[in-house]
């Protein structure tokens, strides 16, 4: 069964920058497409990234986009989210999964294959 680790949290200025891994296993990387998405205080989760089973189609909220950008590395089975320019707004917990059904759609899919991980806890703060 398809399994998440989220890691590289933590807490920066406006303007700082992080990046993000998700380590997945239980499944071979090469054939899902990931998703990143994030949960605010009293918010719903939302889809933010996407990036396709070999990386080359990937689809950002508008929140994010032109901020953050996804990669992965199939054969270190890590896919990762830069996150440039943070913003109080980004204030979250991180998850990763593979979205389900598994492609990046837009909307962002809202359920995901297997379970949801601890996550990674990003926040922003002067």
């Known amino acids: 069964q398809l399994q998440v680790v989220e890691s590289g949290g933590g807490l920066v200025q406006p303007g700082e920058s992080l990046r993000l891994s998700c380590v997945v296993s239980?499944?071979?990387?090469?054939?899902?497409?990931i998703g990143w998405f994030r949960q605010a205080p009293g918010k719903e989760r939302e889809g933010i990234a996407c990036?396709?089973?070999?990386?080359?189609?990937?689809n950002y909220a508008d929140s994010v986009k032109g901020r953050f950008t996804v990669s992965r590395d199939n054969a270190k089975k890590i896919v990762y989210l830069q996150m440039n320019d943070l913003k109080f707004e980004d204030t979250a917990v991180y998850h990763c999964?593979?979205?389900?059904?598994?492609?990046?759609?837009?909307?962002?899919?809202?359920?995901?294959?297997?379970?949801w991980g601890q996550g990674t806890q990003v926040t922003v703060s002067s």
């Open positions: 990036i396709g089973s070999n990386g080359a189609y990937t």
């Open positions: 999964g593979a979205p389900d059904p598994n492609y990046c759609s837009v909307p962002f899919a809202r359920t995901i294959l297997g379970s």
């Open positions: 239980g499944v071979t990387l090469d054939f899902y497409a």
